[in-house]
């Protein structure tokens, strides 16, 4: 089955700086990739996802690219706010089956 | 449009005993998916289904954990009996193919 690994785990930044998370997928017919948001005591929630057919998109401040080739695909957000602040979820799917990578812990300090 | 509502919000049981959490997914979504997210992991899948028929339980601890979605709509997850290492957010989510829509989760706690 799909995996899907994720780095880095946690990451600190500085409000204003830009944050770079970067995930790796294994099976190549995955063909839809989101990126999810995951605030204390709530369900991860969609904030941007891209598929197969592209190579970017760009939604305000937050963009993701997506390496087809290589099995790679990041998230981008610019100028952070302390609100970035979260778990941020990867994943990769084939159809409704949908794997995520194991997180990364967003702090954005003012 | 409502999103995915899940119940309860937390739940604390003893080792051994068995619990049940409910959700119900935004109207008109035909897959329906429960996922276990240990603290500090991402979400793993534990089932699919799609309509009434499960797609995918093939992570499922099948001994101890059960599912239903007896009409196409609700959605049930049972375990019995529980371990420690249940202990662990379970997140329900929807959707038509995709994005998913996740519910807030319910936080259980095995002592």
């Known amino acids: 089955g799909e995996n899907v690994e994720q780095h880095p785990s946690t990451l600190s930044v500085q409000e204003g700086d830009s944050a770079v998370i970067k995930c790796t997928y294994s099976d190549s017919a995955s063909n839809y990739f989101p990126w999810y948001k995951q605030e204390l005591g709530k369900g991860p929630q969609l904030i941007i996802d891209?598929?197969?057919?592209?190579g970017e998109k760009k939604d305000q401040r937050i963009a993701v690219t997506l390496n087809k080739t290589a099995k790679h695909f990041s998230l981008h957000i610019t100028e952070t706010q302390p609100e970035d602040s979260a778990v941020y979820f990867c994943?990769?799917?084939?159809?409704?089956?949908?794997?995520f990578g194991a997180g990364t812990r967003l702090t954005v300090k003012p | 449009e409502a999103g995915v509502a899940q119940s309860p919000r937390y739940k604390i049981i003893e080792k051994r005993q068995s619990v049940a959490f409910w959700c119900n997914p935004i109207s008109g979504h035909a897959t329906l998916y429960w996922y276990q997210q240990i603290l500090g992991q991402g979400p793993k899948l534990l089932i699919q289904?799609?309509?009434?028929?499960?797609?995918?339980d093939s992570q499922l601890p099948k001994d101890r954990f059960s599912a239903e979605r007896l009409k196409g709509v609700d959605s049930t997850l049972k375990i019995q009996p529980a371990k420690l290492e249940d202990s662990a957010v379970y997140l329900c989510?929807?959707?038509?193919?995709?994005?998913?829509?996740f519910g807030n989760g319910t936080r259980l706690t095995v002592t």
């Open positions: 289904f799609q309509n009434n028929g499960v797609v995918d």
């Open positions: 891209i598929r197969s057919n592209v």
């Open positions: 994943a990769a799917s084939i159809g409704n089956d949908m794997r």
């Open positions: 989510a929807s959707g038509n193919n995709s994005p998913l829509h």
